[in-house]
T-cell receptor, first 115, second 114 residues
Framework: KAGVTQTPRYLIKTRGQQVTLSCSPI?????VSWYQQTPGQGLQFLFE???????NKGNFPGRFSGRQFSNSRSEMNVSTLELGDSALYLC??????????????FGPGTRLTVL | AQTVTQSQPEMSVQEAETVTLSCTYD???????LFWYKQPPSRQMILVIR??????QNATENRFSVNFQKAAKSFSLKISDSQLGDTAMYFC???????????FGSGTKLNVKP
């Protein structure tokens, strides 16, 4: 079974631009979560999507948004990019058969650099 | 609010020796899970071990074991017989079962030296 895939793997943008990152979960997984990873900060939770609906949200400004499609694929969008948005963006998928513990499987990440 | 603290930004260990990575967390919840994830250089994050808060017995996975002290809110990872392939960033994580949210620590970079 293929793992979680993220595209693109690397991205360079300039301040003020917007960017869209894509995540394809493991087949059959219904939940997709997004994280921002920066040195010294670890992983910070952005949001989680389940059945095309945002189920959980972290403490990020409205410039960060996402969506999930009917095939569970998810996109994350960042508008008006700032230098501080440079990070590794990780997506993780899980089966989400029921509420409670559900192992998350991570993708390789998209490395975003904002100049 | 839930927080996870890893106070060791970087550690080194000789191959075949034992190393312990520290993690503390803060929560008012009683129903949660704790995890250790491994992120090798330029590779994907993978789950190393997990612990259910309601279980008193410490989880073990081969060379990896945890010391879970619920009252102290401490969750350390012990790696025995360290191998070169254990070189990675290790993240401690907490999952609130009521809200299905994960909280991660800032990570510990482990270098295993030959």
């Amino acid at each position: 079974k293929a793992g979680v895939t993220q595209t693109p793997r690397y991205l360079i943008k300039t301040r003020g631009q917007q960017v869209t990152l894509s995540c394809s979960p493991i087949s059959g997984h219904r939940s997709v979560s997004w994280y921002q990873q920066t040195p010294g900060q670890g992983l910070q939770f952005l949001f989680e999507y389940f059945s095309e609906t945002q189920r959980n949200k972290g403490n990020f400004p409205g410039r960060f948004s996402g969506r999930q499609f009917s095939n569970s694929r998810s996109e994350m969008n960042v508008s008006t990019l700032e230098l501080g948005d440079s990070a590794l963006y990780l997506c993780a998928s899980s089966l989400a058969l029921s509420r409670g513990y559900d192992e998350q499987f991570f993708g390789p990440g998209t490395r975003l650099t904002v100049l | 609010a839930q927080t996870v603290t890893q106070s060791q930004p970087e550690m080194s260990v000789q191959e075949a020796e034992t190393v312990t990575l520290s993690c503390t967390y803060d929560t008012s919840e009683n129903n949660y899970y704790l995890f250790w994830y491994k992120q090798p250089p330029s590779r994907q994050m993978i789950l190393v071990i997990r612990q259910e808060a309601y279980k008193q017995q410490n989880a073990t996975e081969n060379r990896f074991s945890v010391n879970f002290q619920k009252a102290a809110k401490s969750f350390s990872l012990k790696i025995s017989d360290s191998q070169l392939g254990d070189t990675a960033m290790y993240f401690c994580a907490f999952m609130n079962l009521n809200f299905n949210k994960f909280y991660f620590g800032s990570g510990t970079k482990l270098n295993v030296k030959p």
